[in-house]
């Protein structure tokens, strides 16, 4: 009775074993991270860099967690597991074990403990972690591949050339967009500057002030050096008070600007700055003596 009892215990024992290695071999790579939850650290007492090195000993193509990852890799997240080293409760003795998940956080292995009696902390985890190690090592792990995870390579690519896709069509539509709303502004504005009626210039040297004190806002220092200074979407100009006479905002014309607060333009006319407004329904131009 009981040579059959242990011959079931061995049985069970061999099936789980030849189970395992047979889940792993379909897994190309193994993902180590750089800490351990039971560490305060990165890669502390060179645990995790040690954990990588046992890996790749016992066959496993094995990553630093964040490090450069294969092209197959980055379009298959699927081919690698990701491991983990897990530390047992124990009053004299360190004992740690070693988890591997697959894409979906499903536990594919689970190692036997491995344990130290060492008091100081960096000798006693790298003695556990290399006996709990063994347990790998016994699997005799070797890569091959499994349609059914690297089938999922081509599904993935499809999807995230669909969104790829997706994403270029809206960003396509964007700029279409922009592009029609700056042309519909620009249009807007050559029509003011084009349908200027026939002008009233007035003589540089002389400054008018208008009865209604300028209905409009315009303001005529025509004697005095105008000095632009650049604020958002325009400029101030500033007499030498320095007081502010005029604030322009920026169109999408060149050396075109809009009076805050007024119906005038100035714009640039040859190598002259000229202000334009209206005054009792009579357009009239008047030269600026701007330094930018």
Same mark, same amino acid.
Do not use: H
């Given at each position: 009775?009981? @040579?059959? #009892?242990?011959?079931?215990?061995?049985?069970?024992?061999?099936?789980? @074993?030849?189970?395992?290695?047979?889940?792993?071999? =379909?897994y190309?790579?193994v993902?180590?991270?750089?800490?351990?939850?039971?560490?305060?650290?990165? =890669?502390?007492?060179?645990?995790?860099?040690?954990? %990588? #090195?046992?890996?790749?000993?016992?066959?496993?193509?094995?990553?630093?967690?964040?490090?450069?990852?294969?092209?197959?890799?980055?379009r298959?997240?699927?081919? !690698?597991?990701?491991?983990?080293?897990?530390?047992?409760?124990?009053?004299?003795?360190? +004992?740690?074990?070693?988890?591997l998940?697959?894409?979906?956080?499903?536990?594919?292995?689970?190692?036997?403990?491995?344990?130290?009696?060492?008091k100081?902390?960096?000798?006693?985890?790298?003695?556990?972690?290399?006996? @709990?190690f063994?347990s790998?090592?016994a699997l005799?792990?070797?890569?091959?591949p499994?349609?059914?995870? $690297?089938g999922?390579?081509?599904?993935?690519?499809?999807?995230?050339n669909?969104?790829? %896709?997706?994403?270029?069509?809206? +960003?396509?539509?964007? %700029?279409?967009?922009?592009?029609?709303?700056?042309?519909?502004? !620009?249009?807007?504005a050559?029509?003011?500057?084009?349908?200027?009626? +026939?002008?009233e210039?007035?003589p540089?040297? $002389?400054?008018?002030?208008?009865?209604?004190?300028?209905?409009?806002?315009?303001?005529?220092? *025509?004697?005095k050096?105008l000095?632009?200074?650049?604020?958002? /979407?325009?400029?101030?100009l500033? =007499?030498?008070?320095?007081?502010?006479?005029?604030r322009?905002?920026?169109?999408?014309?060149?050396?075109? #600007?809009?009076v805050? /607060?007024?119906?005038a333009?100035?714009?640039k006319?040859? =190598?002259?700055?000229?202000?334009?407004?209206?005054?009792?329904?009579?357009?009239?131009?008047?030269? *600026?003596?701007?330094? #930018?």
């Amino acid at each position: 009775m009981k @040579t059959n #009892f242990f011959s079931v215990i061995i049985v069970c024992f061999m099936v789980t @074993t030849v189970f395992s290695q047979s889940n792993l071999n =379909d897994y190309k790579y193994v993902i180590v991270p750089n800490k351990f939850d039971f560490l305060k650290q990165k =890669d502390q007492y060179q645990l995790n860099s040690l954990a %990588q #090195f046992l890996f790749k000993k016992y066959g496993f193509e094995a990553l630093m967690e964040g490090g450069k990852y294969p092209e197959d890799l980055i379009r298959n997240r699927c081919l !690698a597991l990701r491991s983990d080293v897990v530390k047992e409760s124990g009053m004299f003795k360190t +004992k740690l074990s070693i988890e591997l998940k697959d894409c979906n956080d499903q536990l594919i292995y689970s190692s036997k403990l491995g344990e130290s009696r060492e008091k100081d902390y960096s000798r006693a985890y790298n003695e556990a972690l290399r006996n @709990t190690f063994k347990s790998i090592e016994a699997l005799n792990y070797k890569y091959k591949p499994n349609e059914n995870i $690297t089938g999922l390579q081509t599904q993935s690519s499809e999807a995230r050339n669909e969104v790829t %896709q997706e994403i270029e069509q809206l +960003k396509q539509e964007i %700029q279409n967009l922009k592009k029609e709303k700056e042309a519909e502004v !620009a249009v807007n504005a050559q029509k003011v500057v084009e349908s200027k009626p +026939k002008v009233e210039v007035v003589p540089v040297p $002389t400054i008018k002030k208008e009865v209604n004190n300028m209905e409009t806002g315009v303001k005529e220092v *025509l004697s005095k050096v105008l000095y632009a200074q650049e604020i958002e /979407n325009g400029f101030q100009l500033v =007499d030498s008070s320095p007081k502010v006479v005029y604030r322009i905002k920026q169109t999408k014309l060149d050396n075109i #600007f809009l009076v805050e /607060n007024t119906s005038a333009i100035i714009y640039k006319k040859e =190598d002259r700055w000229v202000i334009e407004y209206y005054s009792n329904n009579v357009l009239k131009q008047e030269e *600026l003596n701007i330094k #930018f």
